[in-house]
């Protein structure tokens, strides 16, 4: 049933067909009847249907009803608008300072690395100067156990002629102490 229904109304659509208008059912005996018999009142109504002014004039009531409806409405949110502006002022500022906070926070963390990196770069130019002095030392040190070493060598040959010395005086005094005793 509800395909032939539906078909029904797609045929009446594709001929343009209007099944509720009384114009399309009379015949012509049925209507010289209508016409003679019926009262003024009745003769309207049927002028009203077969003309469609009938329908016309429900859905100009219908669109009236929703042309107040809706004039309701937009009067009910116009009354609504000037809160919903500053609502919308008020985000648009909140997200004004965020985006400026945001900002205000990467050049934060830029000035914190800008700071770091000349710490590090001042601690390496006192890193290369200690080093640079370390090398200086560790060249003096050797240079001065090069010295040290000589120095030892001369003493230790120093010391040597002085025991070869002592040594040949103990003889010389033996024998001028051997010469004297005879």
Request: proline share 1%; aromatic share 4%; net charge negative.
């Amino acid at each position: 049933v509800d395909k032939g229904a539906q078909q029904v109304r797609q045929i009446c659509e594709a001929f343009n067909l209007q099944i509720n208008n009384p114009c399309a059912i009379l015949m012509q005996e049925t209507s010289r009847e209508f016409l003679t018999n019926q009262s003024n009142t009745k003769k309207y109504e049927f002028f009203l249907k077969a003309t469609q002014l009938e329908q016309m004039r429900k859905d100009y009531h219908a669109a009236d009803m929703s042309t107040s409806t809706i004039k309701s409405i937009v009067a009910r949110k116009q009354k609504m608008l000037p809160d919903m502006e500053k609502k919308v002022a008020d985000c648009q500022m909140a997200l004004d300072r965020a985006m400026q906070l945001n900002h205000l926070q990467d050049d934060i963390d830029r000035l914190e690395n800008e700071y770091v990196w000349s710490i590090f770069e001042q601690e390496q130019a006192k890193l290369a100067s200690l080093q640079r002095k370390v090398k200086k030392l560790e060249a003096l040190r050797d240079r001065k156990d090069d010295d040290l070493v000589a120095a030892q060598r001369d003493r230790d040959a120093s010391n040597e002629r002085i025991h070869k010395l002592g040594d040949h005086i103990t003889r010389v005094n033996a024998a001028l102490e051997e010469k004297e005793g005879e």
